[in-house]
T-cell receptor, first 112, second 113 residues
């Protein structure tokens, strides 16, 4: 009955590879987000989708591309992975408007 | 841009003591939220306080908001070892509809038994 689920939980890959992280929410929320948490625990918004429409696209390399096939899913595809992409990536969802977020458990990406 | 800044960065207390964490922010907000993150886990929403509220309670949590000083505090009373975690404040902008929460750097709380 996980509300926001991300897969995989851990991802170790070599530089230059392409990888995807999947996220699904079963809360009926309209808005979904991707955040990146660095080694100092700083959380930075990357993307936000509202009902499949991109509404926030922060300054991230265009190697990162989000895709939302429907409002319950928001996937993150990363091309040509670099060492600096190593971090924990969190998916979250919320109702439209000013509400609290529900976070997934995170995907720890390690690029070697 | 960075919005919330928590203080202190780290806090160590004994079980049963109270823990107070502070958060300062820079721009006008619609609301301020506090989240907890246990080691290796996702963030959990604790409490939301709107800009027209001054204080809110939830169980052992008490949150205050002072919009004139652009600051908030989170008080955890009678702390337990299970409260050991990182705590983040996050702000929702009042001026930009559709913007995402901006998180502070967090306070790491250690509660020893």
């Amino acid at each position: 009955d996980t509300a926001v689920s991300q897969t995989p939980k851990y991802l170790v890959t070599q530089m230059g590879n392409d990888k995807s992280i999947k996220c699904e929410q079963n809360l009926g929320h309209d808005t979904m987000y991707w955040y990146k948490q660095d080694s100092k625990k700083f959380l930075k918004i990357m993307f936000s989708y509202n009902n499949k429409e991109l509404i926030i696209n922060e300054t991230v390399p265009n190697r990162f591309s989000p895709k939302s096939p429907d409002k319950a899913h928001l996937n993150l595809h990363i091309n040509s992975l670099e060492l600096g992409d190593s971090a924990v990536y969190f998916c979250a969802s919320s109702r439209k408007g000013y509400y609290g977020y529900t976070f997934g458990s995170g995907t720890r990406l390690t690029v070697v | 841009s960075q919005q919330g800044e928590e203080d202190p960065q780290a806090l160590s207390i004994q079980e049963g003591e109270n823990a107070t964490m502070n958060c300062s922010y820079k721009t006008s907000i619609n609301n301020l939220q506090w989240y907890r993150q246990n080691s290796g886990r996702g963030l959990v929403h604790l409490i939301l306080i709107r800009s027209n509220e001054r204080e809110k309670h939830s169980g052992r949590l008490r949150v205050t908001l002072d919009t004139s000083k652009k600051s908030s505090s989170l008080l955890i009373t009678a702390s337990r070892a299970a409260d050991t975690a990182s705590y983040f404040c996050a702000t929702a902008s009042a001026n930009q509809a559709g913007t995402a929460l901006i998180f502070g750097k967090g306070t790491t709380l250690s509660v020893s038994s």
